[in-house]
């Protein structure tokens, strides 16, 4: 998983098992960057208090974490990662 900035937002990139998916990269509690956390499986658990989101849905799964994170689709064209970031 890596951290990057795409206009003035901060994006988590995670690849599982080959499958990459782009969530917020600051955690919905306080603020954290969560590609400085542990990504397990799906999972990605943040630094600070171990709230722990789905990376797929941008589901929080359980206290502390008080809301969803938001998710981005993405696509790999060629060596590049695309990233929808448009509202
Ligand atoms: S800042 Fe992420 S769980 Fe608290």
Redesign the pocket.
């Known amino acids: 998983m890596i951290g990057v900035k795409v206009g003035d937002k901060l994006i988590a990139l995670y690849n599982v098992a080959g499958r990459i998916y782009a969530t917020d990269n600051v ?1 919905t ?4 960057v969560l590609s400085d956390g542990w990504l397990d499986g799906a999972e990605i658990e ?1 630094p ?4 722990r989101f789905d990376v797929a849905t941008g589901k929080g799964l359980g206290p ?2 008080p809301s969803d994170l938001k998710t981005y689709k993405t696509r790999v064209v060629g060596d590049e990662v695309q990233i929808a970031v448009a509202d």
Request: a neutral charge; one cysteine or more; charged letters at 0%.
């Open positions: 955690c509690h306080a603020f954290a943040c600070l208090h171990a709230g502390p974490i």
